[in-house]
């Protein structure tokens, strides 16, 4: 069975076994300035300034996968707690809940080709795709044609969904494009030792 091609960022699946549990959410904040939106998924990255913002793909550490956020709305007049962050009408800063614990595994689509058995223990890349504004998803992808074991790479591939998830579920098929695979932190900021300034 072909697997579907619905990328939905980063979703959380667990944590690697031996580590205790640290599954709470991390707070940080995005200004209200920031007009990038951030879906459900999006991997961010830390700023000079103390703020996170929605990662772009490349070299460049990240700080944790957006799991929603709450803020005083200029249209409403009331705080709203959403998935979503639309990129404006915040009166103020937006604080943003993040999963930074580096022993999170998430499970997320390949780009286009499969990613195969052989892939796991290798790094990886991401493509940010575009969030779904209704559902407040992220669109984010691992990029298969980036799979090294390049250091600087922010995801390391430790599974296949397949391993996990019921037999043809969409994302096992292994042998076509778009299939699930799961990933931990690489170049992470709380796996990193250099500071950001």
Same mark, same amino acid.
């Given at each position: 069975m072909?697997?579907?091609n619905?990328?939905?960022g980063?979703?959380?699946?667990?944590?690697?076994e031996?580590?205790s549990?640290?599954?709470?959410?991390?707070?940080r904040?995005?200004? =209200?300035?920031?007009t /990038?939106? *951030?879906?459900?998924g999006?991997p961010?990255?830390s700023?000079? @300034? &103390?703020y996170?913002?929605?990662s772009?793909?490349g070299?460049?550490?990240?700080d944790?996968?957006f799991n929603?956020?709450?803020?005083l709305?200029?249209?409403?007049g009331?705080?709203?707690q959403?998935n979503?962050?639309?990129g404006?009408?915040a009166?103020?800063?937006?604080k943003?809940?993040?999963?930074?614990?580096?022993?999170?595994?998430?499970?997320?689509q390949?780009?286009?080709t499969?990613?195969?058995? =052989?892939?796991?223990g /290798?790094? *990886?890349?991401?493509?940010?795709g575009t969030?779904n504004s209704t @559902? &407040?998803?992220?669109?984010?992808?691992?990029?298969?044609a980036?799979?090294a074991?390049?250091?600087t790479?922010?995801?390391?591939i430790?599974?296949?969904?397949?391993?996990s998830?019921p037999?043809?579920a969409?994302?096992?098929?292994?042998t076509?494009?778009y299939?699930?695979?799961?990933?931990?932190?690489?170049?992470w900021?709380r796996?990193s030792l250099?500071?950001i300034?």
């Amino acid at each position: 069975m072909a697997n579907t091609n619905a990328p939905n960022g980063f979703t959380y699946f667990g944590r690697l076994e031996g580590g205790s549990p640290t599954e709470g959410l991390t707070t940080r904040l995005v200004a =209200s300035t920031d007009t /990038a939106a *951030i879906g459900q998924g999006d991997p961010v990255t830390s700023l000079g @300034t &103390g703020y996170v913002t929605r990662s772009t793909a490349g070299a460049t550490q990240i700080d944790a996968i957006f799991n929603g956020c709450e803020y005083l709305s200029t249209a409403l007049g009331r705080v709203v707690q959403t998935n979503y962050w639309p990129g404006s009408g915040a009166a103020g800063d937006v604080k943003v809940y993040v999963y930074s614990d580096p022993q999170s595994v998430f499970a997320a689509q390949a780009t286009n080709t499969a990613i195969g058995f =052989s892939d796991i223990g /290798a790094n *990886i890349n991401f493509t940010i795709g575009t969030s779904n504004s209704t @559902t &407040g998803f992220s669109g984010a992808s691992l990029d298969q044609a980036s799979i090294a074991t390049t250091s600087t790479l922010p995801f390391r591939i430790v599974g296949l969904l397949s391993d996990s998830a019921p037999p043809g579920a969409s994302g096992t098929d292994n042998t076509s494009a778009y299939n699930r695979v799961l990933v931990t932190a690489n170049n992470w900021d709380r796996k990193s030792l250099t500071g950001i300034v």
